[in-house]
């Protein structure tokens, strides 16, 4: 498997707090990817970076910032966490070759109460 | 990217051959068909990806035709730990956004 390292796997936090998943790639990827998935709605994407300090918004950005200050750290942050940020959250990189398929990491089950 | 459309759901027995078949109408030129199997509370997986005719590996066989407008998944001799959700993507890297569809969820019985 590729080397990806996803971390916390689990956390447990309270609403109006600030979060902070992280995902670490030992693979030298390019891309780098930040996916949430709940129950009916499959996986969505919430932001990606294409190279260390370039980063774009996904389909549901809105509440998500992010920031990739080396190749290997991809930070995902919750400003203020809400109950509706409640979910499974996997990270995924890829190569820079045209068509180069994404590998993921393990997850984050994130819970906010 | 292009938009695609699976079945949300499919059933089989396990020893069977399955094929999922996924519709991309607006496929363009430069695009692949790469297909991801998830199990429960793991990340997807690559399993196959191709360009055109038929492409093969240890895992799956992915058809496509001619007119690339669709795909087909197929998995031979299913079994239990096949019961998994399978997503078809359609795109090359030109575009960065990767977005999946809900999937095809396979659940092969006994």
């Known amino acids: 498997d590729a080397g990806i390292t996803q971390s916390p796997r689990h956390k447990v936090t309270e609403t109006g707090t600030p979060v902070t998943l992280r995902c670490h790639q030992t693979e030298n990827h390019r891309y780098m990817y930040w996916y949430r998935q709940d129950p009916g709605h499959g996986l969505r994407l919430i932001h990606y970076s294409y190279g260390v300090k370039d980063t774009d918004k996904g389909e549901v950005s809105d509440g998500y910032s992010v920031s990739r200050s080396k190749t290997e750290d991809f930070l995902l942050t919750l400003e203020s966490a809400t109950s509706s940020q409640t979910s499974v959250y996997f990270c995924a990189i890829s190569e820079s070759t045209v068509n180069s398929p994404l590998h993921f990491g393990n997850g984050t089950r994130l819970t906010v109460t | 990217l292009a938009k695609t459309t699976q079945p949300i759901s499919m059933d089989s027995y396990e020893g069977q051959e399955v094929n999922i078949t996924c519709s991309h109408n607006n496929i363009a030129t430069n695009d692949y068909i790469t297909w991801y199997q998830q199990f429960p509370s793991q990340g997807p997986r690559f399993i196959i990806q191709?360009?055109?005719t038929k492409v093969t590996n240890e895992v799956a066989s992915l058809f496509i035709p001619a007119d690339r407008k669709s795909s087909t998944l197929s998995l031979p001799r299913v079994s239990l730990s096949d019961t998994a959700v399978y997503y078809c993507?359609?795109?090359?890297?030109?575009?960065?956004?990767?977005?999946f569809g809900k999937g095809t969820r396979l659940h092969i019985l006994p």
């Open positions: 993507l359609v795109g090359d890297r030109r575009d960065d956004k990767i977005i």
């Open positions: 191709g360009y055109k």
